[in-house]
């Protein structure tokens, strides 16, 4: 089994930062892709950014140039580096590893709130 836990989430004022944390922990899996997800009151989940492991990146638009993505492979770890957090960046931020166990599996966290207050 393969567990996922995010830390990190808090309130901050817009123009602020926050720093989130992803750890995979389990036994006899790989990790391809991990990658950061938010959910909004009434919207769907949708993708933040997202680094394979090879250390390919890739943002959502609405982003780019604020949030950083950064992965340490040997602990299994991945970051969200908010900076310039705006109140539509409010939303449950979910971490998500793509993990090969003989086959391809999703594993997800359990959310951490961020809210952005204005």
């Known amino acids: 089994q393969v567990q996922v836990v995010e830390s990190g989430g808090g309130l901050v004022q817009a123009g602020g930062s926050l720093r989130l944390s992803c750890a995979a922990s389990g036994s006899g899996f790989s990790i391809n892709t991990m990658g950061w997800y938010r959910q909004a009151p009434g919207n769907e989940r949708e993708l933040v950014a997202s680094?394979?492991?090879?250390?390919?990146?890739n943002y959502a638009d609405s982003v780019k140039g604020r949030f950083t993505i950064s992965r340490d492979n040997a602990k299994n770890t991945v970051y969200l580096q908010m900076s310039n957090l705006k109140p539509e960046d409010t939303a449950v931020y979910y971490c998500k590893a793509v993990v090969y166990r003989g086959t391809w599996y999703n594993y997800w966290g359990q959310g951490t709130q961020v809210t952005v207050s204005s």
């Open positions: 680094i394979t492991g090879g250390g390919k990146i």
